[in-house]
């Protein structure tokens, strides 16, 4: 076969016309698939550097390795889509995309749990094969910054927020992914508060209860409390050393000191205060008696027989037999009432979702009135009438509610 006999001019054209479309060819799919300026185009939210610095943990992945089947040579995109879009096709963040993918390179890391990890400074254990096939879990539900990862500094790993978006951060214990001994813990007479934030952040102005008290850990900051004073890493990290008498031996060292800063609850309970549908009024005592005119012991500690001592020294003999009554007459209204939130709950299941939202509500109102009774602890002593009017307020509405569970069994 013969060439052409076409003009030099011809020829250079048609070369430089096959090694543009060569260069084309081999090009537009590493840009569209490894640049992240064509990501910019449409991700313009995320056009921070943080967001695209280099993964530690995946350095050599592109983005068409986690968001994309894997079989295009040009994933489409929605604004231009190269084939038709019921097909799964083009770029996905969504977890259908990014869990198989993941899954597909590190496809022994279920069945062979490892022991060890090369990102994995601080030795946590989790045991991958439980989230992934008994929780159902994706790999992106911890692993969401396993490439990009906008926090400074940047790990790639899964952060502590993350756990806490399913276990609870009271009642998970550190030990519970961290080995005994994997995190070197700094004597506890040489930590600062900041030192306990950096694992711990925010604790500072997190809403925690000790000695089943509202406690503040910024509000003891002014005071210049250090952190050995209440806790110690001698035997577990962070342990409370500090009793509840030792907490009284300074609050309670005067006895005009502001007892409504950390009883809160009984401060409004006594005033007949509360943040639900009930006009409560203020106990008789509460404008003309202070805290310790009963509590007059509290800062050596005190028993519920002192405080009965105290009735008798103010109303005379057989006013502390007055106190016992109210205290067991709530208790059993507040013991019946649970009974019968225990009961409406379970009908409640039953119903599934065909609980109108006034029900619910009502429901709701009455436990949260058994819990303020219950919150300030007196069972009546503080504020008797306003208990006890609570308490036969949500009687009230689950007796409606009680009704309309049987009017709608009845019906079936």
Known sequence: MRLPHWPLWVWAGLGIVLIAGFNVAVMLPTYTTTKEGFCITCHREQNYSEFWRKSEVHPRIDCSQCHT?????????????LKPRKAEVGFSAKVDRINPNCRRCHEDLIQNE???????????????????????????????????????????????????????REKTSCAMCHPK??????????????????????????????YNIDFSHRRHLPRAVTCNYCHSNSNKHGEIISDRAGCIGCHHEKTDSACATCHRIQDQFIKGVAQIAV????????????????????SRGHSPQEI?????????TGYDETLEQWQSEISERVRRAKRHLLVLRAKFRHFKTDVPEEMASKVKRAETMIELVQGDKSMGGHNFLFARELIMKADDYLLEVKRWCETRLASR
Not at 125 to 131: A, K, L, V
Not at 308 to 316: P, T
């Open 114 to 168: 490892p022991t060890h990890y090369k990102y994995n400074p601080l030795k946590i254990e989790i045991p991958h094969q439980f989230h992934v096939e008994l929780l159902e879990n994706s790999c992106i539900s911890c692993h969401y910054n396993v490439y990009h990862d906008p926090k400074v500094p940047s790990t790639f790993r899964p952060p502590k927020e993350a756990c806490f978006e399913c276990h609870k």
């Open 308 to 316: 009965k001592q105290s009735c008798l020294n103010c109303h005379g």
């Open 181 to 210: 001994g994997a995190i070197p813990l700094p004597m506890m007479a040489e930590t600062s508060h900041s030192t306990c934030n950096q694992c711990h952040r925010g604790f500072l102005d997190a809403e925690i209860k000790i």
């Open 279 to 298: 006009e409560g009024k203020s106990d008789p005592m509460a404008g003309e008696v202070g805290c310790n005119g009963c509590h007059e012991n509290i």
């Open 69 to 81: 089947t894997g079989h295009e040579l040009v994933p489409s995109i929605d604004i231009f889509p």
